[in-house]
Every structure is written in C-alpha cells, then in structure tokens.
C-alpha cells in the first residue's frame, strides 16, 4: 500500500492487516519506554488545513512512537494564511523528503491531489465531506475489542450524515467487515442514493434503533452547512439526540469527537459505561501507528546500507 486516501480503496484483508499490526503496537504501548526505532531517521509531515485536537495529537504521537522526525503544520501561522496555494505548501515540505505527509483539508479530493504532487506516502486525515479514513479504520479496531466479530453486528450512524465524512468512512468500513450499518437523520441531512453509494440502509427517525448493537453519533457540521437544514438544534435534539431514554443497556455508544454535549448526545449517555468514546482516542494512537507502519516501514529506508563516517574536518570531503 502507498497512500491510504480512502476506505473505498481498501479491502476486508488490507483492514485486517491494519488492525493486526495495531494489535502489536498496542502492547509497545503498554511497556515502560513506549518507543520502537521502526522509523528512525524518516520525516513525517502533518499539514492540518483544518482545525484538529485528537487526529493531529495522535498521528503526531504515533509518528514520534516509531522514532520518526515529525513536523506539523497548521493553516493559522503558515504561509497558507498569506494565500499559497496546496501545490506550492505540498512542493515546499516535499523538499524535506518526508516519507509520508498527512493532510486534513476543507477540500473533498485534497489529499488525492497532494498524493499526484509527491513521491512522499499520503495519509488523507480526513477531506471535507468526504472520507476520514484512519478514523474508520480505529472504529473498528475499537468494536474488535467488545465483539468477537462485527459479522452480523447492527450499527445505526445517526446525525448530519450529509456533511460527514466519518459517516462515509465508517459505513464502508463497517460494511467490509461484515456489519450492517443503518444511516439515520433528518430528511434534509440524508442524501438520497447514499443507501445505494455505501451499501446500507437509511432511516429518517429513531424508529427501530432498539435493535442496534452499536449507536454511532454524528456531530452537527455547522462548518459545512451553507443554508439551514434544520428547524434548530433544540427541535434537532428532541428528534435525533441520544439520551439515557434511547440508549439501552446493552447497546454500545461511539462518538469521533468533538462531541456537543446537548445536541447529538445528552451528558448522562457521554458519561456512561457503554460510552466508548475516550477508548475510541485510545485506539487512534495504536491504529495511527500501525497505518504508518504499514506504508512506510521496509520501504524506501536506507537501513541496508553501510553508515558511512562523515568526513573529519582538514580531508577531502
Ligand atoms: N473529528 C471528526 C472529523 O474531523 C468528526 C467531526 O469533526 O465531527 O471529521
């Protein structure tokens, strides 16, 4: 695998594999020095173009984890603020010769455009509305630990399906390894064709969300709507928001963060036991790692290759 842009590139073996290696890292995780030199001397670039705290912290995190040089840069403060271009940002880091840059953007296809402009492995951390892959890929990781399989396994995505590039990720990735995702929300934050795009079920109302096992909530993507396409957020909570009413015990809830508290989810539900949402970070770091790991480790490294001394000073060079 060179870039990993999206989750429709990928199949149930390429998921598996990802998450057996974060199964590995994750015991790294647990010992005292939480380091392996696996990316010792290689650069990793995070160019966040949008706002971030647990993609940017944990991608940052898990580079340093693998001994990598880490770099991050963040729209406010760069020269992207003084209007140039992604070519140019994207040609400006690739003289670094990173070996992978990891690019969160406004832009749905960013990161696929960047993955043309470098020879560098291109992480998309999410692209507008349209994927957030590493995202998805932690989800499951996160499942994987409460459920044998997801074979089966009934998980309702409710909220702004329509601006959500989480739902996307997650109802692929749900779907390629075996569950059945139900995509609810408001008609107007519920494109239509999108049962048919990602192999799922749709529901306008909460109607027979007793029989999910996991309840996934998304959050309001004012950022990405140009209109109203809600009464309010209060007539949106009384519809759609997931309180100790709606969830039952046995269901599991996930969140991906940043959560509004009193919108999609009622304080008591975030609080309580079935809450995986503070796991779900927990899982990105491992899951971070093992996507690296999986792009870069063996490839392109110099490991082979004899150190050479540097020249003494006083001797031809
Ligand atoms: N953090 C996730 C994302 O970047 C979810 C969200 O912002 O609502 O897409």
Redesign the pocket.
Known sequence: MQHLLGIEDLDREQIERILARAEGLAEVGRRDIKKVPTLRGRTVVNLFLEP?T??LSSFELAAKRLSADVVSIKAQGSSVEKGESLKDTVATLTAYDPAAIVIRSAQAGASRLVAQWTDASVINA?DGKHE?PS?ALLDVYTLRRHFDSLDGRKIWIVGDVAHS??ARSCALAFGKVGAEVTLCGPPTLLPREIDRALGCETADSLEGIEQADVIYA??M?KERMSQSLIPSLREYAAEYQIDSRRLLPRQLLMH???VNRGVELSSEVIDSPQSLITEQVESGLFVRMAILYELLAGKGSDDSEPVSEPPRIGQPA
Do not use: E, M, N
């Open positions: 971030s647990r993609t999410g957030h995202q590039r989480v998304l959050r993507q991906p963060g940043p």
